[in-house]
């Protein structure tokens, strides 16, 4: 556990720059690390943990639903991988509707399995989490965990009042420098977070929107993403 601590605490500060993650050859390397060094042994590593991976991400999806409420009917996954955050985030939203993204094949394979145990209704789609093919102001919590986020394109899809949670597993030293970070963009309403066990969360709301307004209208399915249901 102790090494796959260092190597992902190191990893991510460099992924959080964007125009390192911007970089084509920096998102391939990430993509093959994770969909052929990685990819079949991604749940021995989370494993490794001794049940701490998920520490962050469960603070964060509590604080989310206390703000929420029950008010959350489209989930964005951005950057799957074995699909384990969103089926954290299912046991707190399990009537809503999940979208996973993930840019490598093998991943959503995972995820897909992972997700047949799942209360709510899951849907995979292979992309780049810096071109989600979602339309504007679709999605009413974005997930993104152990990933390169793309803060801009997170907000695009967003909805008015929506929120975005970032968690990371293992690097909880620059808990106070990401939250910063994200506070500089502008983009947010509200941005806390906190460090958790060996990782930390962001939970950022995005501007506008109103109390309830999650349910005024009918909802649609955010886009034709030509995926599969996992069930």
């Not at 990430?30 to 998920?54: K, L, M, N, P, T």
């Not at 992972?114 to 339309?135: C, G, N, R, T, W």
């Not at 906190?194 to 929107?209: I, M, P, T």
Request: charged share 25%.
């Amino acid at each position: 556990m102790f090494v796959s601590q260092i190597l992902f605490s190191i990893v991510t500060p460099p992924l959080l720059i964007p125009r390192i993650a911007k970089i084509r050859f920096t998102r391939s390397l990430v993509s093959f690390c994770f969909g052929r060094a990685y990819g079949d042994r991604y749940r021995h590593i989370i494993d490794c943990f001794e049940g701490r991976y998920g520490l962050a991400m469960a603070e964060g999806l509590g604080r989310a639903e206390r703000i929420a409420g029950r008010q959350i009917s489209v989930v964005a996954d951005c950057g799957t991988g074995t699909g384990y955050a969103a089926g954290q985030a299912a046991a707190h939203f399990p009537h809503a509707t999940f979208m996973a993204f993930d840019i490598v094949p093998a991943m959503l394979v995972q995820a897909r399995e992972l997700a047949k145990e799942s209360p709510a209704k899951h849907y995979f789609v292979q992309a780049d989490s810096f071109a989600i093919p979602l339309k504007d102001a679709s999605v009413d919590l974005l997930l993104a965990q152990n990933t390169m986020p793309c803060f801009t394109e997170f907000t695009r899809v967003c909805r008015p009042g929506g929120i975005l949670l970032y968690a990371d597993s293992s690097a909880g030293w620059i808990a106070d420098l990401v939250r910063r970070m994200v506070r500089r963009l502008a983009l947010f309403e509200e941005v806390s977070g906190e460090r958790v066990d060996l990782g930390f969360y962001v939970l950022a709301k995005k501007q506008g929107g109103r109390e309830g307004e999650a349910n005024d209208a009918k909802r649609e399915k955010p886009s034709n993403t030509r995926s599969l249901p996992a069930r």
